[in-house]
């Protein structure tokens, strides 16, 4: 939440098999810029390594979304579904974690 009280954004995630899937990450648009969202995927990946055991991390994003702020965390492109849906690429991205 910001000082106002409003959510400024999210992450919402699982893990199973010693892998934290990122389901969501959102950063509301006046929060963008600061950091917020690198802090809240650099929490949940550290949540999943010391209390989950953890090794990977796997999200997926679009072409108009965010795969160049995941690529800037660590992640590598491991699939990409070009035209799905119609005129946008799917990224999956994964990142291990040590």
């Not at 917020?36 to 994003?61: D, K, Q």
């Not at 965010?66 to 990224?91: H, N, S």
Request: aromatic residues 12%; contains cysteine.
């Amino acid at each position: 939440m910001d000082a106002g009280g409003s959510v400024a954004g999210g992450l919402v995630g699982h893990t199973w098999a010693t892998w934290l899937h990122v389901a969501y990450l959102w950063v509301d648009g006046r929060h963008r810029g600061a950091g917020l969202g690198s802090h809240l995927l650099s929490r949940a990946e550290n949540l999943a390594r010391s209390s989950r055991g953890c090794r990977g991390v796997r999200l997926e994003t679009w072409d108009f979304q965010a795969p160049d702020f995941y690529r800037k965390q660590g992640y590598e492109v491991v699939c990409a579904i070009p035209d799905y849906p119609p005129g946008i690429t799917e990224y999956t991205l994964t990142k291990r974690l040590l």
